[in-house]
């Protein structure tokens, strides 16, 4: 059985930082390419990251500089490190087998994890 678990997020405030983390089981991890999502309320499913099997990285303007995403093949497990956060980082964060780009709402298949809610407050 597919499972990714993230970390529980929480509440910060404007500035802070935050390490989410993601344990995956049930599928060959290094295989995957392996991203962060978020679902800010009442905007569009984001792609924040993207960590290739090679190690090559993504970030998208919104978080590059800010955000930093590695992996620990041995423990199976994806990390997202964020600095400098402010209010327009609040979002449910998803980790994902994954790496596409998507409008709507996240899609939530079998290899994302659940998400944990990040509220930073200014």
């Known amino acids: 059985e597919v499972q990714l678990v993230e970390s529980v997020g929480g509440p910060l405030q404007a500035g802070g930082s935050l390490r989410l983390s993601c344990s995956a089981s049930g599928f060959t991890f290094d295989d995957y390419d392996m991203a962060w999502y978020r679902q800010p309320p009442r905007n569009e499913c984001e792609l924040v990251s993207t960590i290739s099997s090679d190690g090559s990285t993504y970030y998208p303007d919104s978080v590059k500089g800010r955000f930093t995403i590695s992996q620990d093949n041995a423990e199976n497990t994806v990390y997202l490190q964020m600095n400098s956060l402010t209010p327009e980082d609040t979002a449910v964060y998803y980790c994902?087998?994954?790496?596409?780009?998507?409008?709507?709402?996240?899609?939530?298949?079998?290899?994302w994890g659940q998400g944990t809610q990040v509220t930073v407050s200014s």
């Open positions: 994902a087998a994954d790496g596409a780009t998507y409008g709507g709402s996240c899609p939530l298949d079998n290899y």
